[in-house]
């Protein structure tokens, strides 16, 4: 069964910094582009950061540009958000999620971030 | 990138067809074939419905389908069971190489 399984969530104050983490099994991940896309609370999906297959390839929303750093060790099948500077419209369900084919095909259960003080 | 323009809810009766649209423009899902539908019930992960404008994943139900004309995408729900009751967002690919959303439509099963 493949299972994407998102931690490192979290309440924490505006300013500071969290490392979300994506646990994958039941695929290997080297094959797979990665994903984050957040949902805050009541509202729709916004796409957060990719990473290509071999993490040589990485973009980022305008929102968290020069702020989050996506990463990924396929030795691991972990893939990583580092969140620094953080605000309060950062707050949001953050989800891992699998590209193919320019869609977001397999999803994890998605980690709680909550920046307040 | 602006959002996607979805309506922000759609209704219909069981048994009845809903269309659901998704307006983007040339810089988005006008100018290329990558348009993605997701289905999410509340406090669930997304499900993914439709990938390159019209397929399905394997395991989705034949009355889901999608299509596209110009800047606008849709995805026809044929046959409205109770189960379909939920939010769908729309996707598509983007001409700054990265994807965006739309803001999502509830739909609502009479």
């Not at chain 2, 309506?7 to 269309?19: D, E, F, K, L, M």
């Not at chain 2, 983007?24 to 899902?29: Q, V």
């Amino acid at each position: 069964e493949v299972q994407l399984v998102e931690s490192g969530g979290g309440l924490i104050q505006p300013g500071g910094s969290l490392r979300l983490s994506c646990a994958v099994s039941g695929l290997t991940i080297s094959s797979y582009e990665m994903n984050w896309v957040r949902q805050a609370p009541g509202k729709g999906l916004e796409w957060v950061s990719f990473i290509s297959s071999s993490g040589d390839t990485r973009h980022y929303g305008d929102s968290v540009k020069g702020r989050f750093t996506i990463s990924r060790d396929n030795a691991k099948s972990s893939l990583y958000l580092q969140m620094d500077s953080l605000r309060g419209d950062d707050t949001a369900v953050y989800y891992c999620a699998t590209e193919t084919g320019y869609a977001f095909d397999i999803w994890g259960q998605g980690t709680m971030v909550t920046v307040s003080s | 990138q602006s959002a996607l323009t979805q309506p922000a809810s759609v209704s219909g009766s069981p048994g009845q067809s809903i269309t659901l649209s998704c307006v983007g423009t040339s810089s988005d899902i006008g100018g290329y074939q990558y348009v993605s539908w997701y289905q999410q019930f509340p406090g669930r992960a997304p499900r993914l419905l439709i990938y390159e404008v019209m397929y399905r994943p394997s395991g989705v139900s034949h009355r889901f389908s999608g299509s596209k004309s110009g800047n606008t995408a849709s995805l026809t729900i044929s046959g409205l069971q109770a189960e379909d009751e939920a939010d769908y967002f729309c996707a598509s690919y983007t001409t700054t190489g990265t994807p965006v959303f739309g803001g999502g439509t509830k739909v609502t099963v009479l």
